[in-house]
Each structure stands twice: as C-alpha cells, then as structure tokens.
C-alpha cells in the first residue's frame, strides 16, 4: 500500500496519556488532530468533557482508555466508565484485557469480561480496541488474546499501553496478521516516534497506529520540516 500523507493520517490515533496534560494540551492535541484529520484523539476518560467542546461541529472521533493501564478493574467498573463516557462524547474505548489474569490461567474469565465490554460498547455504538500489553505474554499468550478479542467481536486487538516495559514490535503484529480467523483489526501503539516506525508496522498489518508523535510522522511523510511531538505517554 502506498502511505499518502492523507492515507496516513487517517490510520493514526493522536494520543495524550501524559500524567501532567493540561487542559491547554488537550485542546492542542484536538485542534492538531481536526487539522490532519486524524483517525481519532485518544485521552484520558476526565478528559473527554473538554474534547467534545473542542471538536464540536466536526467529525473528528473521541477515544479514551479504559481500565488503564494496568486492567485489573472489576468488568462492572470497567462497564461503568465506557457508559459514563459514552455519555460524555467517546466514538471509541480502549480497553485493557486484564492480562494477569490471562498470564495466571483464567483464560475463560477474561474472555468473558471481553465479551462483556465489547457487546456494551457495541450497543452503545462504540468501536472497541482490547489492549493486551503484549510486552508482559510469551507467544501462547499472545495468540490466545487474539482468539478472545475475535471471538467477542471485538474490532481491534492493540499491543500496548505505552506504560508497560515494551510497546508496539513488528513481529508480533505480523503473527497476529497471519494467525486471525477473521478481519479483526490490529492496532499497534507504544514507541510509534518516527516515520520509519510507523511504515514498518502498517507494512506488517497494522491499520491503526497510537502515537503521541502524529503531527511529526505526518511532516516527515509530507517532506515538511518535523515538528515537536505535543504530547507523550504512547
């Protein structure tokens, strides 16, 4: 596939999940990202009020995290936030598989849990991306995540927090290319900073991409002079 700078941007998640955001970053973060017609901003659940505001009268998608970043949260809180910011304007939810339980055994507590979340945002019209912290599972694992996330429904499977000790790795997005059963989307995320990073991942099958850099991914694409990420945490 040829990346256009266009085509791009349309793949790339424009995140901040910085501890210290301020409002003043968010907003930045939301007009940047209504400007390169991003896929979508991703920030934290308090944040989604303030993005709504921002981004009225444009199609420019709110996603937020959920169960972030650890997932071990109750499904019924986990349940509880996708409703609350659903409410409040969020197109997408992030969820994060509770992969200690999957790494303990408990495969068929955490499938239900996904397939739980995921009939719920789907209900509410929410596309739902499963954060699995690939970094943390050895192969097995990682191809059981995938099998849970296609078996609920889910639409994407991503690979990172950006808070674990790894993020997003090629291989890993190429196995889970070659092993899904189904057209599950893969979402890579976590140490996406440079333009070579983010072809390397699309060309392995990846179709969207979290990044805390996407307006320097953009002008490095589009021959402009790179630009200073605005924000971090992915």
Not at 102 to 129: F, N, P, W, Y
Not at 153 to 174: L, R
Not at 183 to 192: C, D, E, F, N, T
Request: net charge neutral; proline share 3%; aromatic share 4%.
């Amino acid at each position: 596939m040829t990346l256009t700078p266009a085509r791009l941007a349309a793949m790339l998640d424009s995140t901040n999940l910085r501890l210290d955001a301020s409002e003043a970053d968010i907003e930045q973060l939301c007009r940047e990202a209504a400007a390169y017609r991003f896929a979508c901003v991703m920030i934290y659940p308090a944040s989604v009020p303030l993005a709504a505001r921002i981004l009225a009268g444009t199609d420019l998608r709110i996603g937020t995290v959920i169960g972030f970043p650890s997932g071990r949260f109750s499904a019924e809180a986990k349940a509880a936030e996708i409703t609350t910011v659903h409410r409040a304007g969020a197109h997408e939810v992030d969820i994060v598989m509770n992969y200690p339980a999957l790494i303990a055994g408990h495969a068929s507590a955490v499938a239900a849990e996904v397939a739980t979340l995921t009939r719920l945002a789907h209900d509410q019209g929410q596309l739902i991306k499963v954060i699995v912290e690939t970094c943390f599972l050895n192969d097995t694992q990682k191809r059981t995540a995938l099998e849970i996330c296609e078996d609920a429904g889910a639409d994407f499977i991503k690979t990172s927090t950006g808070f674990g000790t790894a993020g997003a790795k090629v291989p890993d997005i190429a196995a889970w290319a070659a092993a899904r059963r189904g057209r599950i989307q893969l979402k890579a995320s976590g140490g996406i900073k440079t333009l070579a990073d983010a072809r390397a991942l699309v060309e392995a099958g990846a179709t969207r991409l979290g990044t805390s850099s996407a307006s320097t991914i953009i002008a490095a694409l589009s021959g402009a002079p790179e630009q200073a990420a605005s924000s971090a945490g992915y």
